[in-house]
């Protein structure tokens, strides 16, 4: 296959990207595959490790049998466990401290997208200390980048969400500047994702459809994102970015989990049990990370940011209720029909495409309402809030959320059209309220 240049005129590139990479975690995935957490520490030579866990899975014995299979393949560990849900630089910074005193040569995560963003922090300043905020990206923080590789690091994913397993990014929230940003960086990719569907067992219905609207973006947004070979090339290629754009490789992956979401996320809200429903589920959220750690999130994830960081008046079902907050799937699904209503016209055969592989049949008359309608239905289904009016939010609260999400240039240069503040406000006053 010949991948031309093939640019649009909306910007003033000198020269178009021709290259695109592959980096993708080792996946171990099936049931059961968590018993061999024992034989991969071992193979990777790990004496000593901080097992960074999720402590409301002490109330289904998860902990307590990781445990018992770290000790059994004669590695020490320490665990840590006051993970914050959404994590902020300080309880990242209160991990990190933990981590300082207790020097570890691995990392094991247990635990959804929160735990694991959690075991990537620690990693990467227990080998390269200095300030969090060093580390994330600009413009909200310096952008250093790691210098040299970081400790091996094991994750066990408990929830079927942020892919975060697969993924070279960590999220996190900053209270004071009301804005959820990240740290990205190839270095931050787990060494090995160990996906036992068995884990998920206790997720609540609520968490597992958040999650799996989190999934279902990763991969539609991935695959809907500028081409790689339309971005500018990079002067080198430490340069060039962790997100990529869509690309005939990453497009495979997106295109799966896509079709996971319509085909099994209804039935994993439903039904708890339905193992075969959450295990693939699991395995999109996986396939997802993959695809959309290549090529990149855009729109729905940069208002993501500030509707989960400006307020934090709403309780969602399922999740523990410490404090309000909006879960990350929902902070990003509720713009998604309308973000997808805007690019339709950069791409309407793969918009269409889009939605056909959520639906699992063809569409007759497909247009631009096609895939806005598919992913609404889904909504309604696993029963997702119907749009940011819903998290608490009313039509004077839009500029601010623009201005959070106009921040996020590192993931909007991936949309495939032009995103300006003047078509971030059109988006959020049609994701007032969906349907
Ligand atoms: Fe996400």
Redesign the pocket.
Known sequence: MVIGNAGTSEETVTEFESVFTLEATQLKFGAGAAEELGWELNRLGLARVILVADPRLHEFGLIDRIEAIIAKAGVAFRRFEAIRVEPTIESLARAVDFCAEHPADGFVALGG?STIDTAKVCNLMSVHGGRIMDYVNPPIGGGKKPPAPLQPLICLPTTS???SEATTVA?LDIPELRVKTGISHRYLRPTLAIVDPELARSTPAGVTASAGL??F??AVESYLSKPFNQRPRPNTPDERPPYQGSNPVADIWSRQAIAFSGRFLRRAVADGGDTEARGTMMLAATMAGIG?GTAG?HIP?SC?YPIAGIRHSYHAPGYAPDHGFVP??YS?IVTAPAAFRYTYDAAPEKHIAAAELLLGCPVENPGPETLPAAIVALMRDVGAPSGIAALGYDETDIPAIVAGAMRQTRLLAGAPKPVTAGVLETILLESLQNW
């Open positions: 997208g969400g942020s892919g999220i989190d999934v973006c990763h959309f999130v994830h993501a990350h799937g990003v």
